[in-house]
């Protein structure tokens, strides 16, 4: 027997949750319901028991719910009621009936009208009548959100799942699904959700030769030899996995661009995946080398002013929205670390951005122009400062199809850098953030780290350019200055793994930007407990533990790798495990050593960006720049990065700057021991795979925290020559020992060949 659902006499007028309801605090509640009433869904079977898992399916596994929830649910999912009006439609169709049959033991009935309790409609006004007839508000679902409601209909409960496009309607069956996956009730739901950025882009660093640059997660996804014949069933999987999340951009290739993918061979291919992505909402943007009218084209300069260029990237944007209508636009590394760009013409960077600009115009295309720029003629005497001189006094001069598209920090994607000057400081430019989801200085495939902590430190930043509370979240979702134009990118983590993003934790770093991106004001920590909910269980003894841990371990990758504001610390080219003594070489830019950023003699250590030094804090609004101008005011998480102080510096808590220093490498080491010995509890609730998986990855980020520790002490003593604070262990082995040990290969490491000199190779212990 179906329960039947409580109806109220007026359609529409069945509203259990505030309007204000949020998914994250229905989560927050859920998990304590979860508590008090679904012990049935608890029991932990020992991990044996449970089917051994690879990973593929990611957050979206829809495995049985058991308990009390089970029959709610079922009551709740009798029907589906929706027209298969196109592609997206017949997608979230498939993605209901997947997800409900899975966790629900139970496959609804398709209908056309509403005939029982527990119906689910979907659709839009548009590909419904039904839809259409019913007492909802749309305008609260803009063109890509959605509204899920409970109302009664023709006398029967029914979840409703309507959009005002058939995108929003696949997003609001993943969100509907979520609601399932994290336990929470679904008798009286009044959600409305709708993205406050509009391009919620992956950049895809995959070069066409199949490796992907910075990639620790296998090969390229994109199979370009069997394209466009073959459409592997795991761009299908891509696609779903983006969406539930609202992912709607991929830029397939890396930003170090090929030539080639501009040339009719490959936009074949490039077209081929575009079909495989357009259901689900997804459009394809491709990466290109500002030198492409030369190499491809054949002219004698790629001179964004020359009338020849501007008419060979008009016909060659014409020729690729010939074949991909909705293509989205183009992704522009120019004039950084090798790269061609408009600067070898004399040409500003907006002049080089409003030529690709005038090209995709007119079909409705952009431009994500990257701010990365650090080769610039004059190099300034502060990497850090690149940018922001290079691109502040162009505010204003970008066409409005133009996204500069500016790193989270300053430098590069740091374990922690202060945010990027930029934000905030261009009021009539696009910007657009590119946060890397792919773990680069931060544990490659390894470690645990989870991003959500760094990605809401970014996007809550406050810039203080509109005084207090203009956040980058909101420089970037339009609310500060009014753009209409908004976007956010995420270095993508994705590879041919069966796992996808290299480990199973990594996955929630993918997961973590997707909604982020969707809502920046969502919390890292809420994230975190749908992602575990999602991924392994909701049972509140492993949901609890794995979520602090993970809300910790980027802290904790600071403290053993960079603490206190130190950057730049990591070995040459692999960027894996700590190099601080690496000092600049002849031929080489000093900006590519560590000694470079940790300024470390025997006066101190710490770069110093005030009016003393490089002066790079005076690129911030006056408020900071007077706060972190200051060492006695400047947080101690930014210290390094912003002062250069004494070993003997007392800090706030009274320690002096080298005890601090060492305490902090301590710390990480210890928290990932910790770590450890919390995940060696939690087999009962995870299945082998998975649970080994794991606990294999934190004994080699232990194993790789230590080093850092080892060596960072070894190195930074041998010039602050100062005793260990009283019970600090010594590192094991000599600095020379350090030195001498480094990883000639790593993944996702771009240049060939050993990043090591060909010596004995030491072994750390
Ligand atoms: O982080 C650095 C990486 C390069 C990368 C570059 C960039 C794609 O080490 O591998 O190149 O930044 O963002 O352009």
Same mark, same amino acid.
């Given at each position: ?27 927050? /509640? ?62 979230? #169709? ?55 409601? $409970? ?48 391009? =919620? ?17 296998? +090969? ?32 397939? %290739? !890396? ?7 501009? $040339? ?11 079909? /495989?992505? #357009? ?55 120019? !004039? ?24 995709? *115009? ?38 409005? !199809? ?7 920090? @300053? ?48 996007? =809550? ?12 979240? #909101? /420089? ?13 990118? &995420? ?6 793994? =069966?796992?996808?993003? &290299?480990?199973?934790? !990594? ?38 533990? /794995? ?20 950057? &730049? ?8 495990? @700590? ?55 400047? @947080? ?29 490498? +301590?710390?990480?080491? *210890? ?18 795979? =998975? ?41 094991? %082995? ?32």
């Amino acid at each position: 027997m179906m329960k039947p659902i409580p109806r109220t006499s007026v359609p529409g007028a069945s509203r259990g949750a505030p309007a204000s309801w949020s998914l994250p605090r229905a989560l927050a /509640v859920a998990c304590l319901l979860v508590t008090q009433l679904a012990h049935a869904d608890l029991k932990p079977a020992p991990s044996s028991a449970l089917p051994a898992e690879d990973g593929y399916r990611l957050w979206l596994r829809y495995v049985p719910v058991a308990g009390p929830w089970r029959s709610r649910y079922r009551a709740g999912a009798t029907e589906l009621v929706g027209a298969d009006a196109s592609p997206t439609l017949r997608a979230a #169709r498939a993605e209901l009936l997947r997800g409900l049959t899975g966790l629900l033991q139970l496959q609804p009935q398709s209908m056309t009208s509403v005939t029982r309790d527990g119906a689910i409609v979907f659709g839009t006004p548009r590909s419904s009548a039904l839809v259409k007839s019913l007492p909802l508000d749309l305008r609260q679902a803009g063109t890509e959100g959605y509204l899920i409601r $409970t109302l009664t209909i023709d006398g029967h409960g029914a979840t409703v799942i309507a959009a005002n496009t058939d995108v929003g309607v696949l997003y609001g069956a993943f969100g509907f699904l979520r609601l399932l996956q994290t336990r929470q009730p679904i008798r009286h739901l009044d959600i409305a959700s709708s993205p406050k950025i509009s391009r =919620r882009v992956l950049d895809h660093w995959d070069n066409l030769n199949g490796s992907v640059e910075r990639g620790y997660a296998g +090969d390229s996804l994109w199979k370009w030899e069997s394209l466009p014949e073959y459409l592997s069933p795991r761009y299908t999987d891509y696609a779903r996995a983006c969406a539930s999340i609202g992912i709607n951009g991929a830029v397939l %290739d !890396n930003v170090n661009a090929s030539p080639f993918i501009l $040339t009719p061979f490959y936009l074949r291919k490039v077209a081929a995946l575009a079909g /495989v992505l #357009r259901p689900y909402g997804i459009r394809v943007y491709l990466s290109v080398p500002f030198s492409a009218p030369v190499s491809l084209g054949k002219l004698k300069s790629a001179d964004p002013l020359d009338p020849r260029v501007q008419a060979w990237w008009s016909a060659k944007v014409a020729e690729i929205y010939r074949d991909i209508p909705d293509f989205g636009g183009l992704l522009m590394k120019a !004039n950084s670390e090798g790269q061609p760009g408009p600067e070898d013409y004399g040409r500003t960077q907006a002049q080089g951005a409003n030529t690709l600009a005038r090209a995709l *115009a007119p079909h409705g295309g952009i431009v994500m122009w990257r701010a990365f720029v650090y080769t610039t003629a004059a190099r300034s005497e502060d990497r850090a400062k690149q940018a922001y001189d290079t691109f502040k006094p162009l505010d204003g001069k970008f066409a409005d !199809n133009v996204l500069v598209q500016v790193k989270n920090g @300053p430098f590069d994607f740091q374990p922690r850098e202060p945010f990027h000057p930029l934000f905030g400081a261009m009021p009539h430019t696009h910007l657009m953030p590119e946060l890397q989801i792919t773990k680069e200085y931060l544990g490659q495939r390894t470690s645990i780290v989870y991003l959500g902590p760094l990605f809401q430190e970014v996007l =809550r930043a406050d810039t203080w350019t509109r005084g207090a509370g203009s956040t980058v979240a #909101r /420089v970037i979702d339009g609310s500060l200055y009014g753009e209409r134009l908004t976007a956010i990118a &995420g270095v993508a983590n994705t590879g041919s793994l =069966r796992n996808w993003s &290299g480990s199973i934790f !990594n996955q929630a770093n993918w997961y973590a930007f997707g909604r982020l991106a969707w809502d920046p004001d969502l919390s890292a920590r809420d994230i975190a407990a749908e992602w575990v909910a999602m991924t392994f269980t909701s049972d509140p003894h492993f949901l609890t533990p /794995v979520v602090t841990m993970m809300m910790e371990s980027r802290e904790a990758a600071v403290d053993y790798m960079t603490p206190l504001g130190l950057a &730049g610390q990591m070995a040459a080219q692999t960027h894996f495990g @700590p190099a601080p003594w690496v000092a600049p070489s002849a031929g080489l830019p000093p900006d590519w050593s560590s000694t470079y950023y940790s300024r470390a003699d025997a006066s101190g250590i710490g770069f110093d960006r005030t009016a003393t030094g490089s002066d790079a804090v005076a690129q911030y609004s006056p408020h900071l720049a007077a706060l972190w101008g200051n060492p006695a005011t400047c @947080p101690d998480d930014l210290l390094l990065w912003f002062h250069h102080l004494s070993w003997d510096y007392r800090m706030r808590s009274g320690e002096t700057l080298w005890d601090s220093l060492v305490g902090h490498y +301590d710390r990480g080491v *210890a928290w990932v021991k910790q770590a450890r010995a919390t995940w060696s509890t939690l087999a009962p609730y995870v299945d082998p795979q =998975r649970f080994q998986l794991t606990a294999n990855f934190l004994a080699i980020e232990q194993k790789d925290a230590q080093w850092w520790r080892d060596a960072s002490i070894a190195y930074f003593q041998s010039i602050s020559h100062r005793p260990l604070p009283a019970g600090v262990a010594a590192p094991p %082995d000599t600095l020379a020992h350090y030195e001498a040990f480094c990883v000639p290969y790593v993944e996702g490491t771009p240049a060939p060949g050993p990043g090591c000199p060909p010596a004995d190779l030491a072994v750390p212990r």
